[in-house]
């Protein structure tokens, strides 16, 4: 696939500009089909038309020492940061744009003011916040800001980007010193909103902190686009530059802290006991607890008010993050991908221990291995899973949800969505953090990939696990919205009405469909590698992802990638109709048995019946004479010279030709209609009559010469008593009812009344778990 002409602008179409760029618009044909040609970026030197980065390919570079303070009694955060920021690039820079995510939390940063809100019966703190809007001391306040030689530099904030205005054009190959004293009020997660700050806990007035998107960071400026300075909405996540990082975290003294990285100073911070126990977690089997339940519960009552500073140094990573609590029993296990040994672990407060401590460690090793083997191996030496009532990733470090009930009991649906959230943030680590696409651009290059892969995790963990997306037929409720709620994967993420659907499911289920429908596992999974392994810690953009996996397989794609990524059509094929053929023996004593049948049946109809019935005298009853040899000779008799006519013709055949009349196949005819306008491959299930079945695929390029309705005649060995259409359902058809012949009846239920649901992350309202202690 060679895709040549415009950038990126044809990226970000919504479905009514899609129309406009039919190739044949009115055929039924040549639309589908076609190359992609002006919709993707024209290949140069930074990018190939292979999907490869270029032998010119380039990307900045910020490396960072940071040096942080947390007031747990003034719920502040104070830091002083030295960026050095390297100009890989061709082209002068005459200013640095800045993110400053905290900004989002401010009364007047855009989101609150565009964000929609309703009224309904009831509404939790969080809804009327929002809707109050009322002012707060939130946000970033930038102390200081200077050159390396101390020399004030002029800046101008516009919401949560930061233009720094430079004193000199920043040439091509220079690097840039800048430092940046800065504070913020944490806000409270729980109430405010968004990916990091504090959850307090009354009853044991204690605080966990999650500081996430907390410094100022560098903003990405990349080939296709120059810097990427799109606000932060808050769905939208972020693209940041590589670098290496030196992090220094002061914070109360009994507090435990994990983040990005490896902590360089173990043996200052760890009490002798913890520090004993981590050297054993380096060649432990089973998850050891550094610092365990008793002692938390032990520190919980008491609030230091002396200080320890954690240094963590983290290699080549584009974010960092950290936890700091009290309240946090932390455990390790060593585990290994290619013979390299990545620490696994685990932080969690006592209303997750029962959970965490069984499962969360070991499912972060689980998901190393399992997205190891299908990207590329896991190169960190650390992977962290928080538990935090959240859903959010970093690098080495991510935030999930799973708690139990007081006690101990949890609900089936919480322990499965607290694996399936570990494996999904653990597995952030890949993409987008290691493959580091543009999430404020295309959410579905980081959610929808990791999603997929989440998909093979869950189930390499459990082959009876229930995944809620990646299931081809799990996507149907979407796709048959209506098309004013849906918009293409290809959409920006602020635009997106359903975002759960669009940018984490559609895309995982596509690509599922591409692995085990489409291209098959093996041409799939080398194509998915190589991308991984062509992208890794570099920035790719969502034509690098489609030339790639068809440059690797040597399988078209184009009409894949606009009917999925590109378009808001379901598929729905429909199973017309089914007609029967027989070669005709030529035998006179078989063909005309069936010649009788077929003259009756053509002559048999009601209103003949009913004059014989009502008496009527016929002409040809009432007069003889207007009989004649026609009115009594047995029409379907068979001559006697027929035995010796079959012959004759027999042995006119070729052998080729006797070889097929031989073979005594059964021909059916079958009539499909793409109704929902996506075309997908045609998978049938046969069941003959004596009870066995059979599967025929046959690829989607059938559609290529008629898009709208398509016929093709298979020929079988044994006679058929029925064909079903997509029989595992693996292609997203939303309607299942046209898919069998002869059509079946598909029954539905429903309940009386509808569940509740309980709030993520909480296991409430009983569980089988407590009924059975009561048994």
């Given at each position: 696939m060679k895709k040549y002409l415009l950038f990126l602008t044809a990226l970000l179409i919504g479905s009514g500009a899609y129309a406009q760029l039919l190739t044949n618009p009115g055929s039924n044909h040549g639309n589908k089909f076609e190359q992609l040609g002006t919709i993707l970026s024209t290949p140069n030197s930074y990018r190939t038309a292979s999907g490869a980065p270029g032998s010119a390919y380039w990307q900045q570079r910020a490396d960072y020492v940071i040096n942080a303070e947390l007031d747990e009694k003034k719920l502040l955060l104070t830091g002083s940061e030295t960026i050095t920021y390297s100009n890989n690039s061709p082209d002068p820079l005459s200013y640095l744009w800045v993110q400053l995510d905290e900004n989002q939390h401010k009364a007047t940063s855009d989101n609150m003011l565009t964000e929609t809100s309703k009224m309904t019966d009831k509404m939790t703190s969080k809804a009327l916040s929002g809707i109050l809007n009322a002012e707060n001391d939130l946000g970033v306040k930038i102390v200081k800001l200077t050159d390396d030689a101390g020399k004030s530099i002029p800046y101008v904030i516009n919401n949560t980007m930061m233009r720094i205005d430079l004193p000199t054009v920043l040439r091509p190959g220079q690097k840039y010193v800048l430092k940046i004293s800065w504070n913020y009020k944490i806000s409270d997660r729980t109430t405010v909103g968004g990916r990091g700050g504090y959850e307090y806990f009354a009853?044991?007035?204690?605080?966990?902190?999650?500081?996430?998107?907390?410094?100022?960071?560098?903003?990405?400026?990349?080939?296709?686009?120059?810097?990427?300075?799109k606000q932060f909405e808050g769905r939208g996540e972020f693209a940041l530059a590589f670098g290496n990082y030196k992090v220094n975290m002061t914070v109360p003294a009994d507090h435990v802290v994990g983040g990005t990285g490896e902590c360089q100073n173990y043996s200052q911070v760890l009490s002798a006991v913890s520090m004993k126990r981590w050297n054993e977690a380096q060649s432990a089997k089973t998850p050891i607890e550094i610092v365990n339940l008793a002692e938390v519960k032990n520190a919980m009552g008491k609030h230091s008010t002396a200080k320890k500073t954690w240094t963590y140094v983290a290699e080549n990573?584009?974010?960092?993050?950290?936890?700091?609590?009290?309240?946090?029993?932390?455990?390790?296990?060593?585990?290994?991908?290619?013979?390299?040994?990545?620490?696994?672990?685990?932080?969690?407060?006592?209303?997750?221990?029962?959970?965490?401590?069984?499962?969360?460690?070991?499912?972060?090793?689980h998901t190393l291995k399992v997205y190891s083997k299908h990207t590329i191996a896991y190169p960190y030496p650390v992977a962290i899973s928080v538990e935090a009532s959240n859903g959010m990733e970093y690098p080495m470090i991510c935030f999930n949800y799973g708690r139990a009930e007081k006690d101990g009991t949890?609900?089936?649906?919480?322990?499965?969505?607290?694996?399936?959230?570990?494996?999904?943030?653990?597995?952030?680590?890949?993409?987008?953090?290691?493959?580091?696409?543009?999430?404020?651009?295309?959410?579905?290059?980081?959610?929808?990939?990791?999603?997929?892969?989440?998909?093979?995790a869950e189930q390499e963990w459990d082959n009876n696990y229930p995944s809620g997306r990646g299931p081809a037929h799990k996507i149907v409720d979407y796709m048959k919205m209506p098309k004013d709620q849906l918009e293409p994967i290809m959409t920006n993420s602020e635009q997106i009405v359903n975002f759960g659907p669009n940018a984490y499911a559609k895309p995982a289920t596509a690509l599922n469909i591409l692995r085990e429908t489409v291209m098959g596992r093996e041409l799939f999974d080398y194509s998915f590698k190589e991308y991984a392994k062509r992208w890794a810690f570099k920035h790719p953009t969502p034509a690098d992802f489609f030339r790639t996996m068809e440059d690797a397989s040597a399988v078209d794609l184009d009409w894949f990638w606009r009917g999925w990524f590109f378009g808001t059509d379901p598929v729905d094929i429909s199973l017309d109709s089914v007609k029967s053929y027989r070669m005709n023996s030529m035998k006179a004593a078989t063909e005309n048995v069936n010649k009788k049948a077929t003259y009756e049946r053509d002559n048999k109809y009601i209103g003949k019946e009913r004059n014989r019935a009502s008496g009527i005298k016929f002409a040809v009853e009432q007069d003889t004479s207007l009989l004649d040899f026609y009115n009594k000779f047995e029409r379907f008799e068979v001559a006697k010279t027929a035995d010796q006519e079959f012959q004759t013709y027999y042995n006119g055949l070729s052998d080729a030709e006797k070889k097929l009349y031989e073979s005594k196949k059964n021909f059916y005819e079958l009539s499909f209609s793409n109704l929902g306008g996506l075309v997908m491959p045609l998978i049938l299930e046969w069941t003959y009559t004596d009870g066995t079945k059979e599967i025929d695929r046959v690829p989607a390029y059938i559609w290529r010469k008629n898009e709208n309705r398509v016929t093709k005649v298979f020929a079988k060995d044994k006679q058929v008593a029925s064909v079903q259409l997509d029989p595992y359902r693996e292609t997203a058809d939303i309607d299942e009812n046209n898919n069998a012949w002869p059509r079946k009846l598909s029954p539905s239920r429903f309940d009386l009344f509808k569940q509740q649901t309980p709030p993520r992350g909480a296991s409430a309202g009983g569980n089988p778990m407590q009924q059975s202690r009561k048994n």
């Amino acid at each position: 696939m060679k895709k040549y002409l415009l950038f990126l602008t044809a990226l970000l179409i919504g479905s009514g500009a899609y129309a406009q760029l039919l190739t044949n618009p009115g055929s039924n044909h040549g639309n589908k089909f076609e190359q992609l040609g002006t919709i993707l970026s024209t290949p140069n030197s930074y990018r190939t038309a292979s999907g490869a980065p270029g032998s010119a390919y380039w990307q900045q570079r910020a490396d960072y020492v940071i040096n942080a303070e947390l007031d747990e009694k003034k719920l502040l955060l104070t830091g002083s940061e030295t960026i050095t920021y390297s100009n890989n690039s061709p082209d002068p820079l005459s200013y640095l744009w800045v993110q400053l995510d905290e900004n989002q939390h401010k009364a007047t940063s855009d989101n609150m003011l565009t964000e929609t809100s309703k009224m309904t019966d009831k509404m939790t703190s969080k809804a009327l916040s929002g809707i109050l809007n009322a002012e707060n001391d939130l946000g970033v306040k930038i102390v200081k800001l200077t050159d390396d030689a101390g020399k004030s530099i002029p800046y101008v904030i516009n919401n949560t980007m930061m233009r720094i205005d430079l004193p000199t054009v920043l040439r091509p190959g220079q690097k840039y010193v800048l430092k940046i004293s800065w504070n913020y009020k944490i806000s409270d997660r729980t109430t405010v909103g968004g990916r990091g700050g504090y959850e307090y806990f009354a009853e044991d007035d204690n605080y966990l902190f999650t500081m996430t998107q907390w410094f100022p960071r560098m903003a990405v400026y990349s080939d296709f686009q120059g810097w990427q300075n799109k606000q932060f909405e808050g769905r939208g996540e972020f693209a940041l530059a590589f670098g290496n990082y030196k992090v220094n975290m002061t914070v109360p003294a009994d507090h435990v802290v994990g983040g990005t990285g490896e902590c360089q100073n173990y043996s200052q911070v760890l009490s002798a006991v913890s520090m004993k126990r981590w050297n054993e977690a380096q060649s432990a089997k089973t998850p050891i607890e550094i610092v365990n339940l008793a002692e938390v519960k032990n520190a919980m009552g008491k609030h230091s008010t002396a200080k320890k500073t954690w240094t963590y140094v983290a290699e080549n990573v584009r974010d960092f993050a950290w936890v700091s609590s009290r309240r946090i029993v932390w455990d390790a296990l060593a585990t290994y991908v290619d013979g390299k040994k990545i620490m696994a672990m685990s932080y969690y407060g006592p209303e997750a221990y029962p959970l965490y401590n069984k499962y969360s460690t070991k499912v972060v090793a689980h998901t190393l291995k399992v997205y190891s083997k299908h990207t590329i191996a896991y190169p960190y030496p650390v992977a962290i899973s928080v538990e935090a009532s959240n859903g959010m990733e970093y690098p080495m470090i991510c935030f999930n949800y799973g708690r139990a009930e007081k006690d101990g009991t949890y609900t089936e649906a919480i322990k499965l969505g607290m694996i399936g959230v570990i494996i999904h943030e653990v597995g952030h680590n890949f993409f987008p953090m290691i493959v580091n696409s543009d999430e404020r651009q295309w959410t579905w290059m980081d959610e929808g990939l990791n999603t997929f892969c989440q998909f093979l995790a869950e189930q390499e963990w459990d082959n009876n696990y229930p995944s809620g997306r990646g299931p081809a037929h799990k996507i149907v409720d979407y796709m048959k919205m209506p098309k004013d709620q849906l918009e293409p994967i290809m959409t920006n993420s602020e635009q997106i009405v359903n975002f759960g659907p669009n940018a984490y499911a559609k895309p995982a289920t596509a690509l599922n469909i591409l692995r085990e429908t489409v291209m098959g596992r093996e041409l799939f999974d080398y194509s998915f590698k190589e991308y991984a392994k062509r992208w890794a810690f570099k920035h790719p953009t969502p034509a690098d992802f489609f030339r790639t996996m068809e440059d690797a397989s040597a399988v078209d794609l184009d009409w894949f990638w606009r009917g999925w990524f590109f378009g808001t059509d379901p598929v729905d094929i429909s199973l017309d109709s089914v007609k029967s053929y027989r070669m005709n023996s030529m035998k006179a004593a078989t063909e005309n048995v069936n010649k009788k049948a077929t003259y009756e049946r053509d002559n048999k109809y009601i209103g003949k019946e009913r004059n014989r019935a009502s008496g009527i005298k016929f002409a040809v009853e009432q007069d003889t004479s207007l009989l004649d040899f026609y009115n009594k000779f047995e029409r379907f008799e068979v001559a006697k010279t027929a035995d010796q006519e079959f012959q004759t013709y027999y042995n006119g055949l070729s052998d080729a030709e006797k070889k097929l009349y031989e073979s005594k196949k059964n021909f059916y005819e079958l009539s499909f209609s793409n109704l929902g306008g996506l075309v997908m491959p045609l998978i049938l299930e046969w069941t003959y009559t004596d009870g066995t079945k059979e599967i025929d695929r046959v690829p989607a390029y059938i559609w290529r010469k008629n898009e709208n309705r398509v016929t093709k005649v298979f020929a079988k060995d044994k006679q058929v008593a029925s064909v079903q259409l997509d029989p595992y359902r693996e292609t997203a058809d939303i309607d299942e009812n046209n898919n069998a012949w002869p059509r079946k009846l598909s029954p539905s239920r429903f309940d009386l009344f509808k569940q509740q649901t309980p709030p993520r992350g909480a296991s409430a309202g009983g569980n089988p778990m407590q009924q059975s202690r009561k048994n």
